[in-house]
Protein backbone atom coordinates (compact mmCIF):
# COMPACT_ATOMS: atom_id res chain seq x y z
CA UNK A 1 0.00 0.00 0.00
CA UNK A 2 2.88 2.23 0.48
CA UNK A 3 3.80 2.21 -3.30
CA UNK A 4 0.25 2.99 -4.01
CA UNK A 5 0.36 5.67 -1.49
CA UNK A 6 3.39 7.51 -3.21
CA UNK A 7 1.57 7.32 -6.86
CA UNK A 8 -1.11 9.04 -5.46
CA UNK A 9 0.97 11.73 -3.54
CA UNK A 10 3.03 12.08 -6.88
CA UNK A 11 0.02 12.99 -8.48
CA UNK A 12 -2.13 15.51 -6.43
CA UNK A 13 0.62 16.67 -3.80
CA UNK A 14 2.83 19.67 -3.61
CA UNK A 15 6.18 19.54 -6.03
CA UNK A 16 8.16 20.99 -2.94
CA UNK A 17 7.47 18.20 -0.77
CA UNK A 18 6.82 14.86 -2.72
CA UNK A 19 10.69 13.99 -1.88
CA UNK A 20 9.52 14.58 1.85
CA UNK A 21 6.17 12.10 1.28
CA UNK A 22 8.30 9.94 -0.39
CA UNK A 23 11.03 9.34 2.31
CA UNK A 24 8.42 8.81 5.13
CA UNK A 25 6.56 6.27 2.41
CA UNK A 26 10.18 4.58 3.13
CA UNK A 27 10.31 4.99 7.10
CA UNK A 28 6.77 3.51 6.95
CA UNK A 29 7.61 0.70 4.99
CA UNK A 30 10.46 -0.32 7.12
CA UNK A 31 8.79 -0.04 10.09
CA UNK A 32 5.95 -1.93 9.12
CA UNK A 33 8.59 -4.74 7.80
CA UNK A 34 7.37 -4.02 3.91
CA UNK A 35 11.23 -4.55 2.96
CA UNK A 36 10.23 -5.22 -1.00
CA UNK A 37 8.11 -1.56 -0.64
CA UNK A 38 10.58 -0.13 1.41
CA UNK A 39 13.51 -0.79 -1.20
CA UNK A 40 11.40 0.25 -4.24
CA UNK A 41 10.51 3.43 -2.96
CA UNK A 42 14.39 4.21 -1.87
CA UNK A 43 15.37 3.54 -5.67
CA UNK A 44 12.26 5.96 -6.33
CA UNK A 45 13.80 8.46 -4.45
CA UNK A 46 17.40 7.94 -5.58
CA UNK A 47 16.47 8.10 -9.06
CA UNK A 48 13.71 10.77 -9.30
CA UNK A 49 15.52 13.51 -5.80
CA UNK A 50 19.18 12.31 -5.77
CA UNK A 51 19.62 15.81 -4.31
CA UNK A 52 17.28 15.91 -1.71
CA UNK A 53 17.97 16.20 1.71
CA UNK A 54 16.07 13.20 2.61
CA UNK A 55 17.72 11.07 0.51
CA UNK A 56 20.95 10.19 3.33
CA UNK A 57 18.07 9.22 5.88
CA UNK A 58 16.60 6.80 3.68
CA UNK A 59 19.62 4.71 2.80
CA UNK A 60 20.89 4.51 6.41
CA UNK A 61 17.30 3.25 7.45
CA UNK A 62 17.47 0.61 4.33
CA UNK A 63 21.10 0.16 5.12
CA UNK A 64 19.73 -1.16 9.00
CA UNK A 65 17.01 -3.46 7.52
CA UNK A 66 19.91 -5.00 5.26
CA UNK A 67 22.18 -5.54 7.91
CA UNK A 68 19.45 -6.99 10.44
CA UNK A 69 18.19 -9.08 7.60
CA UNK A 70 21.79 -10.76 7.01
CA UNK A 71 22.33 -10.95 10.84
CA UNK A 72 19.32 -13.08 11.19
CA UNK A 73 19.53 -15.20 8.36
CA UNK A 74 21.41 -17.79 9.36
CA UNK A 75 20.14 -17.54 13.06
CA UNK A 76 19.82 -21.91 13.26
CA UNK A 77 16.63 -21.46 16.07
CA UNK A 78 14.53 -19.93 13.08
CA UNK A 79 13.27 -23.16 11.13
CA UNK A 80 11.25 -23.13 8.19
CA UNK A 81 9.19 -25.81 7.25
CA UNK A 82 8.21 -26.82 3.34
CA UNK A 83 4.69 -25.79 2.94
CA UNK A 84 2.72 -29.06 2.42
CA UNK A 85 4.17 -31.19 4.86
CA UNK A 86 1.12 -30.88 7.05
CA UNK A 87 -2.40 -31.09 6.91
CA UNK A 88 -3.53 -31.16 10.63
CA UNK A 89 -2.61 -30.52 13.92
CA UNK A 90 -1.38 -34.03 14.09
CA UNK A 91 1.06 -33.74 12.13
CA UNK A 92 2.10 -29.86 12.79
CA UNK A 93 2.41 -31.55 16.79
CA UNK A 94 4.08 -35.24 15.74
CA UNK A 95 7.54 -34.10 15.46
CA UNK A 96 7.80 -32.47 19.03
CA UNK A 97 6.75 -35.21 20.89
CA UNK A 98 7.39 -35.59 24.65
CA UNK A 99 7.37 -30.98 25.18
CA UNK A 100 4.74 -28.68 25.52
CA UNK A 101 3.51 -27.22 22.15
CA UNK A 102 2.35 -23.10 21.94
CA UNK A 103 0.97 -23.03 18.84
CA UNK A 104 0.53 -19.15 16.84
CA UNK A 105 -1.67 -18.92 13.89
CA UNK A 106 -0.82 -15.52 13.00
CA UNK A 107 -0.65 -13.41 9.20
CA UNK A 108 2.15 -11.40 8.27
CA UNK A 109 -1.10 -8.77 6.85
CA UNK A 110 -2.24 -8.90 10.37
CA UNK A 111 -2.27 -5.90 12.57
CA UNK A 112 -2.98 -7.90 16.41
CA UNK A 113 -0.65 -10.23 15.16
CA UNK A 114 2.54 -7.96 15.19
CA UNK A 115 1.63 -6.31 18.47
CA UNK A 116 1.16 -9.97 20.03
CA UNK A 117 5.12 -10.32 18.14
CA UNK A 118 6.62 -7.58 20.42
CA UNK A 119 6.03 -9.43 23.34
CA UNK A 120 7.57 -12.97 22.17
CA UNK A 121 10.30 -12.01 23.65
CA UNK A 122 10.23 -11.62 27.15
CA UNK A 123 8.20 -15.03 26.68
CA UNK A 124 10.79 -16.80 25.64
CA UNK A 125 13.15 -15.53 27.86
CA UNK A 126 10.74 -16.68 31.06
CA UNK A 127 11.15 -19.98 29.37
CA UNK A 128 14.69 -20.25 28.31
CA UNK A 129 15.44 -24.06 28.84
CA UNK A 130 11.89 -25.68 29.48
CA UNK A 131 10.16 -28.28 27.57
CA UNK A 132 8.19 -25.65 25.08
CA UNK A 133 8.21 -25.51 21.18
CA UNK A 134 7.29 -22.38 20.18
CA UNK A 135 5.23 -23.55 16.82
CA UNK A 136 3.88 -20.39 14.05
CA UNK A 137 1.28 -20.89 11.30
CA UNK A 138 1.48 -18.52 8.87
CA UNK A 139 -1.40 -18.05 6.63
CA UNK A 140 -0.19 -16.16 3.29
CA UNK A 141 -0.36 -16.97 0.04
CA UNK A 142 2.26 -18.91 -1.65
CA UNK A 143 3.25 -15.42 -3.16
CA UNK A 144 4.23 -13.96 0.34
CA UNK A 145 6.96 -16.71 0.74
CA UNK A 146 9.84 -14.00 0.58
CA UNK A 147 8.06 -11.14 2.47
CA UNK A 148 7.19 -14.04 5.13
CA UNK A 149 10.82 -15.43 5.66
CA UNK A 150 12.12 -11.26 5.94
CA UNK A 151 9.33 -10.60 8.57
CA UNK A 152 10.45 -13.29 11.00
CA UNK A 153 14.17 -13.13 10.16
CA UNK A 154 14.01 -9.40 10.67
CA UNK A 155 12.34 -9.60 13.83
CA UNK A 156 14.33 -12.55 14.75
CA UNK A 157 11.38 -14.54 15.61
CA UNK A 158 13.03 -18.48 16.80
CA UNK A 159 11.13 -21.28 16.46
CA UNK A 160 9.28 -23.65 14.23
CA UNK A 161 7.86 -21.90 11.48
CA UNK A 162 4.52 -23.56 9.08
CA UNK A 163 2.36 -21.49 6.22
CA UNK A 164 -0.61 -22.24 4.90
CA UNK A 165 -2.81 -20.56 2.20
CA UNK A 166 -6.63 -20.09 3.14
CA UNK A 167 -7.77 -22.79 1.79
CA UNK A 168 -5.04 -25.55 3.28
CA UNK A 169 -5.42 -23.77 6.85
CA UNK A 170 -9.35 -24.37 6.78
CA UNK A 171 -8.96 -28.20 8.37
CA UNK A 172 -6.77 -26.48 11.27
CA UNK A 173 -9.35 -24.28 12.04
CA UNK A 174 -12.22 -26.90 11.82
CA UNK A 175 -9.99 -29.08 14.72
CA UNK A 176 -9.62 -26.29 16.50
CA UNK A 177 -13.67 -25.33 16.71
CA UNK A 178 -13.73 -29.30 17.30
CA UNK A 179 -11.57 -28.90 20.56
CA UNK A 180 -13.75 -25.89 21.85
CA UNK A 181 -12.49 -22.97 20.08
CA UNK A 182 -14.98 -20.39 19.24
CA UNK A 183 -13.85 -18.28 16.42
CA UNK A 184 -11.11 -18.63 13.57
CA UNK A 185 -9.35 -15.19 14.15
CA UNK A 186 -6.57 -14.00 13.77
CA UNK A 187 -4.29 -14.18 15.78
CA UNK A 188 -5.34 -17.63 17.85
CA UNK A 189 -2.46 -19.44 20.04
CA UNK A 190 -3.01 -23.03 20.98
CA UNK A 191 -1.90 -25.20 23.68
CA UNK A 192 -0.77 -29.14 23.09
CA UNK A 193 0.61 -31.03 26.14
CA UNK A 194 3.59 -33.56 26.00
CA UNK A 195 1.28 -35.96 24.02
CA UNK A 196 0.28 -33.51 21.18
CA UNK A 197 -3.64 -33.67 22.46
CA UNK A 198 -5.36 -29.83 22.83
CA UNK A 199 -5.02 -28.08 26.48
CA UNK A 200 -6.82 -25.32 25.26
CA UNK A 201 -8.06 -24.00 21.65
CA UNK A 202 -7.60 -20.48 22.72
CA UNK A 203 -4.70 -20.18 25.27
CA UNK A 204 -3.64 -16.55 26.56
CA UNK A 205 -1.81 -14.40 24.30
CA UNK A 206 1.98 -13.56 24.83
CA UNK A 207 0.52 -10.07 25.59
CA UNK A 208 -1.45 -11.41 28.78
CA UNK A 209 2.12 -12.43 30.48
CA UNK A 210 1.33 -13.48 33.47
CA UNK A 211 -1.61 -15.52 32.55
CA UNK A 212 -0.30 -16.80 29.78
CA UNK A 213 3.33 -17.50 31.93
CA UNK A 214 0.48 -19.46 34.43
CA UNK A 215 -0.96 -21.34 31.81
CA UNK A 216 2.21 -22.60 30.61
CA UNK A 217 3.82 -23.50 34.08
CA UNK A 218 1.05 -25.45 34.91
CA UNK A 219 0.79 -27.39 31.79
CA UNK A 220 4.82 -28.16 32.60
Keep these: RYIVDWLYARIYSPLQIR ?77 YAGKIVYLDVWGTWCGPCRVEMSHVKDLKKKFSGKDIVFIYLDMDDPAKENSWKEYISYFNIEGEHYRMNKTEIQPIWDEIRKAGGSASGYPTYVLFDRAGKIISPEAERPSSREKLYTQLEKAL
Excluded: H, W
Excluded at 46 to 67: C, I
Design 19 to 95: DKILYNKILDAANDASFAAGYYLLDTLQYYYPNSPYLKGAREEMAKVTQQLSKNGSNEKIRYIKPGTVCNLSDLVKP
